[in-house]
């Protein structure tokens, strides 16, 4: 049995390989949910979407997010009515949303509706949220965003073109900073609203403390993975069962593949590189498996207090999803 933290892309890539690389019904991914955003008045879950959606085989191959061959006639009929459409919500995807904020609405709790959408999809994977309470994860801006150098940026207090709405050190939700401002300005802090109360959601310390290992996800350590360990009793249990908990970078040659997990980590003091994800994590793992491109960084990975594995960590092939996944399993 092996649980998995796990953010978007990168986490669903690698348990599609694990799906391929071990038997499906043992392995519970814990999925983040501080990406969550209320638009529309519709409950979003984008990573618990992107996991349903890849094993369930019907993920948008291009993105990695959203459904395969989606058409967005409702946000065209939005964008022609003034509404906002910054955050492209598909047609069918549109269907997930009503569907989760209709159960939720009827008091079903968010780890209910998510095995129930996992099942209409087909997923053997048991997916969890991390928590059944609402964490955000919210970016704290190094400086303002001025709208009069990005006219498509209306942080909601005044008009675009208008004078600058996002005071020095403004703090904007994840989505605001990922999808609206391209994730392309500084970032000074990253919070993760109403973690300190949540409760891990029901099975999640059950899993991580019987499971056989428990394995972080490529996915970003800051804003992907943060959240699930600012959970109070998440970080603590792995803390305590470090030497099983394998960690696979999301830095390879100091680049993040996808995302801007190499700038955040640079933003937030971290080096951005293969070590810089070792010192991030070294409380609650105790392996870190890194790419061959990183191998002449191992020496430094186990100088922080972490096994070091090198391997192609790079899954551009479902075949190279899977031989990490036999990597990983063989940790
Ligand atoms: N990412 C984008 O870059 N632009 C979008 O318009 C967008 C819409 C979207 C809709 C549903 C969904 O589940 C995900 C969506 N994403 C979009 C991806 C999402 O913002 C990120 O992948 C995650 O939050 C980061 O893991």
Redo the contacts with the bound molecule.
Sequence with gaps: MIAVLC???GAARFLSGLSDATEPSGVTAIVNTG?DTVLHGLH????L??IAYTLGQRVNPD????VRGDTFRAMEALEALGGEA????GDV?LGTHLYRTGRLAQGATLSRVTAEIAAALGVGVRILPMSDDAVRTNIVLRQGVDPRVDPSVDLGGGRAGDTPVAARGETVS??DY??RLHHSVEVSAVEFEGAAGASPAPGVLDVLGSVDRVVIAPSNPVV?IGPILAVPGIAELLSARRGTVVAISPIVAGRALK?PADRLLAELGEESSVVGVARHLREVCGTLVVDTADSNRADEIEAAGLRAVVTDTVMATPERAKALAEVVLAC
Excluded at 86 to 89: A, E, M, Q
């Design positions: 953010g978007g892309v990406d979003i879950c984008p990573d979407d992107t993105t990695g997010w959203g910054w955050f492209r919500l995807d994840f989505q990922f999808v992907s995302g």
